[in-house]
Structure formats: structure tokens, C-alpha cells
């Protein structure tokens, strides 16, 4: 026995039980009549599934509906291939570090996007603030916070040679590398 025919069987016994509830409410009590409702309904339905018009409906609207999950893959590994090959034009690694996956080691001063690797205009740049303090670029985070507290004590604007600008100008330089 197929699906079809357990699906052809129950729209066979729904149909009859809505001949049979139509029959009732016209004969004893017209509430019968509106119980009839539901079963002609799922009767409908069910006739509908069997003959496979359903199926035809549901594909068609699929089709109408935009691209296939299989589709919509390949458009996303095009362009992940695209945003690859712009990063590549761009000189950086996408964030993606020597594993090559996304959340990977970044590269010491380097930015993940190329369109992030542009200051904002009011700060001071990466290698800005490494001249600043006085160190090379691969100086790790300790090596920069204790560079940053031996400066800030000279250059404190309560010290003896203390100069407000330059103070100011440290404290810029520490933010932008704490980050």
C-alpha cells in the first residue's frame, strides 16, 4: 500500500462523513450544516494532495519563489571567491590570519578589512603612536603599557618636566595601541 492510497482512502472516508453531516443538517438540526464545513474542507484538501496537484502548486511557487538552497550556495561562494580576491588586490588577509579561516591570528598593525584601513581622521595612526612611545611594532601589549607608565610619569604636566601637549599626545598614543 502507498501514501497515495492511505491519502485517496481518507479523502474517501472524510467525503462520506460530510455527505453524511450535510444529509444530518438538512434532515434534524442545521448545526450539523456548519460541522460539515470542516470535513468538506480537509476532504478537498486531501483529494487535492492525492491527485499530486498539491505538489505541482508547491513546486511551481517554489520556482516563482527565487533561487534553491543549491542556488543560493553557489552565490555565496562566489562571493566569498570576489571578497578573497579583493583582499588579496588589497594586500590583507581578511582577518582570517595563518589558519585562513575567519577569526584567526591577525596580523600584528594589520587591519581585517581593506576599508578599515584608513585612520579616522581625528586619531593618530598605528605607527604614529609606536613612534610616539618609542617602540617597534611588534612590541607586545606589556612592553607598550610599561613604556606608556615610564613616560607618563615624566611627562606628567604636575612633574618637574612636565608638558601638558606632549602628555596629551602620550595618552592618544596608549589608547590607540591598547586597543
Request: aromatic share 6%; hydrophobic share 35%; no cysteine.
Amino acid at each position: 500500500m502507498t501514501n497515495r492510497t492511505i491519502v485517496v482512502g481518507l479523502a474517501g472516508a472524510f467525503v462520506g462523513m460530510t455527505a453524511l453531516l450535510v444529509i444530518g443538517g438538512i434532515v434534524l438540526h442545521p448545526i450539523a450544516l456548519a460541522l460539515a464545513l470542516p470535513f468538506g474542507a480537509v476532504s478537498y484538501f486531501l483529494w487535492y494532495h492525492a491527485t499530486g496537484r498539491l505538489h505541482d502548486q508547491a513546486r511551481r511557487s517554489a520556482e516563482a519563489a527565487g533561487p534553491t538552497e543549491r542556488q543560493r550556495a553557489r552565490q555565496r561562494a562566489r562571493a566569498e571567491a570576489n571578497r578573497e580576491r579583493a583582499y588579496r588586490a588589497a594586500g590583507t588577509d581578511g582577518g582570517r590570519g595563518a589558519t585562513g579561516r575567519r577569526g584567526g591570528a591577525r596580523r600584528p598593525g594589520g587591519a581585517g578589512d581593506p576599508r578599515d584601513r584608513a585612520p579616522a581622521a581625528d586619531r593618530m595612526t598605528e605607527r604614529e603612536a609606536y613612534e610616539t612611545l618609542g617602540l617597534d611594532r611588534t612590541a607586545d601589549s606589556e612592553a607598550v603599557r610599561r613604556r606608556y607608565r615610564e613616560r607618563a610619569k615624566r611627562l606628567h604636566p604636575d612633574g618637574e618636566d612636565g608638558d601638558e601637549d606632549d602628555f596629551k599626545e602620550l595618552n592618544e598614543a596608549y589608547e590607540v595601541l591598547k586597543e
